[in-house]
């Protein structure tokens, strides 16, 4: 079974964020076609980029880098729960897909993004420029979820039945993705 990796972006506190991936994270169990993790930036509280390689060249100075870079290495897919900040994607997203190079390589991502009007689509198509420069698979299938926090009440995510229905068309895709990558991502160079 492939492994999902859900990367929840926001590290703010009191962020609209994490019950939106919990929310998340329950259907993608429900889906049954992965074996589910999630990794929070807030708790893995990585810093700003501090390796004096190249991340290409795998040569990890610092225990931080290290531990990342085997939660990433572990999943075979990922999903990213994102807010948009200012027109764009979170710093901290960022700077966790910089950290590392070949650890994301041949690996399809889908996208639960929220916010304001736009419920964090722009914020999505910033991501997947730097993904495909990472070779990963960035689907189309995504959730999108505006003025989500209308949508948050007493910590907990109400969806629109919209979002389910998304969600599950998105983890659909990203099986049949995970399946049909694994032989790149298992032949990958410098392994």
């Known amino acids: 079974m492939p492994k999902l990796g859900i990367i929840i972006a926001s590290t703010r506190p009191g962020r609209v964020g994490l019950p939106v991936a919990t929310w998340f994270t ?29 991340p290409r060249l795998r040569k990890y100075t610092k ?20 807010p948009e ?30 916010g304001g009007i736009s419920g964090g689509t722009r914020s999505v198509q910033m991501i997947k420029q730097v993904v495909t420069t990472l070779k990963m698979m960035p689907l189309p299938d995504g959730v999108s979820i505006p003025f989500v926090a209308k949508l ?17 068309a998105m983890l659909d895709e990203l099986q049949r993705w995970a399946v049909a990558l694994q032989p ?8």
């Open 152 to 168: 948050v009440k007493d910590g907990e995510f109400h969806p629109i039945e919209s979002a389910g229905k998304a969600a599950s």
């Open 26 to 54: 329950e259907r993608a169990i429900a889906h049954g076609g992965f074996d589910v993790t999630v990794l929070d930036l807030a708790e893995i509280n990585l810093p700003f980029l501090d390796e004096p390689n190249h």
């Open 63 to 82: 225990q931080h880098t290290k531990d990342w870079s085997a939660q990433v290495e572990a999943q075979d897919v990922f999903v990213f729960v994102t």
């Open 184 to 191: 790149l991502r298992e032949g990958k160079s410098g392994d």
């Open 85 to 114: 900040y200012n027109y764009s994607a979170p710093a901290p997203l960022i700077n966790a897909l910089d950290f590392l190079n070949q650890e994301w390589q041949y690996k399809p991502v889908g996208f639960v993004s929220y």
